[in-house]
């Protein structure tokens, strides 16, 4: 069993940062990918930024720039630092993680913490 314990989430003005943070627990195998995704009132789930166990990163065209994706190996614990932060940015953010199991990817989310760009 897996567990993904996000935090960082809240108020910020448009222009400021914030720092969310995944941790995971459990039955973590040495092939995965973590990521962040989001959902805003009204849409679809869309991929935020993905960072591979070989540190290989992908991040959606609307974040590319403003933020950035790491993780810390020992401590299993996934990162999104936000940057230039626009109100377009408001939605819940999930983080995910999808791990490689002999020959099957096995899904697990996080909770959601939720992030609002506002003046």
């Known amino acids: 069993q897996v567990q993904l314990v996000e935090s960082g989430g809240g108020l910020v003005q448009p222009g400021g940062s914030l720092r969310l943070s995944c941790a995971a627990s459990?039955?973590?195998?040495?092939?995965?990918?973590m990521g962040w995704y989001r959902q805003a009132p009204g849409k679809q789930r869309e991929l935020v930024a993905t960072?591979?166990?070989?540190?290989?990163?992908n991040y959606s065209d609307s974040v590319k720039g403003r933020f950035t994706i790491s993780k810390d190996n020992a401590k299993n614990t996934v990162y999104l630092q936000m940057s230039s932060l626009k109100p377009e940015d408001t939605a819940v953010y999930y983080c995910?993680?999808?791990?490689?199991?002999?020959?099957?990817?096995?899904?697990?989310w996080g909770q959601g913490t939720q992030v609002t760009v506002s003046s």
């Open positions: 995910n993680l999808d791990v490689l199991y002999l020959t099957t990817w096995l899904h697990y």
């Open positions: 459990g039955s973590i195998f040495s092939i995965n990918v």
């Open positions: 960072i591979t166990s070989g540190g290989i990163t």
